[in-house]
């Protein structure tokens, strides 16, 4: 459960950081 919490968490990051960067 863990695990598969952290790793939704990581996705999550990576998708904001994503649209920061398509927003410039």
């Known amino acids: 459960m863990a ?4 790793s ?3 996705l999550s990051t990576l ?3 994503c649209l920061l960067l398509l927003a410039f």
């Not at 695990?3 to 952290?6: A, D, F, G, L, Y």
């Open 15 to 17: 998708l904001l950081l």
């Open 8 to 10: 939704a968490n990581l």
């Open 3 to 6: 695990s598969s919490k952290r």
